[in-house]
């Protein structure tokens, strides 16, 4: 392949986590500080209506923590330089040179003002993030079309040495440019259980789940200020 090179604004899998982890505390003492104000202001109301003030109010003041932790990040650029059969990724200091025959496995995720994409090799795996959303502020639009553009820079070389994991659960899989999860020639292709559910039934697995979260903790807290 010839050389090219490609810079955008993002962040790594690492660095997002950590930026999530420091958001969990003050959200947690804003939902309870409003749950117990609620209570004592007014001890009559229905507990699901003060529940749903604060997690709406928890959403807002979270995306706007984020957006101003995400400004304090420095050094959020990826630089991506394809070098004949090697790919070079640099990030924060630290330095990838992979031979590209040693990938195994490459995902593109995320939807519109979303991207995941993660690069796998037997010895290391690579994530980046990129996204200009309330919750992903890490970027601009132009970072997404940049991360696009080196993802179709590589799409001949995948469509080559690649076969594409087919995903049941995607809901519109073409709402992303170069969507998709492609695994090296001569790898299993695996797939979970999630992986073979129709979109239909992710939602209610995931609707499931965050039901069954929602009554114990609406449990927990009526336990807590109306026992």
Do not use: C
Request: aromatic content about 12%.
């Amino acid at each position: 392949m010839n050389n090219k090179e490609f810079r955008f604004q993002g962040l790594d899998a690492k660095t997002e986590l950590k930026l999530a982890l420091m958001l969990i505390f003050p959200s947690l003492m804003i939902m309870l500080g409003i749950l117990y104000g609620s209570h004592l202001l007014f001890p009559k109301i229905s507990f699901l209506l003060p529940l749903l003030f604060g997690v709406t109010t928890v959403v807002g003041i979270s995306i706007i923590i984020l957006k101003q932790l995400t400004n304090l990040v420095r050094e959020k650029e990826w630089i991506i330089n394809i070098d004949d059969n090697f790919l070079n990724l640099k990030f924060r200091g630290i330095n990838h040179h992979i031979q590209l025959s040693d990938i195994k496995i490459i995902k593109n995720l995320g939807n519109i003002g979303l991207r995941y994409l993660t690069i796998k090799t037997k010895s290391n795996v690579i994530k980046i993030r990129v996204g200009n959303t309330g919750l992903a502020p890490f970027s601009k639009q132009k970072d997404i079309d940049e991360l696009d553009a080196f993802v179709q820079y590589l799409k001949p070389y995948i469509d080559k040495h690649f076969n594409e994991k087919v995903l049941k659960n995607i809901v519109q899989p073409n709402i992303i440019p170069n969507f998709g999860v492609y695994v090296a020639k001569g790898e299993k292709v695996k797939y979970s259980i999630i992986n073979r559910m129709k979109p239909w039934q992710v939602v209610v697995f995931i609707l499931g789940i965050l039901v069954l979260i929602m009554i114990i903790f609406v449990n927990i807290m009526e336990y807590i200020f109306f026992k």
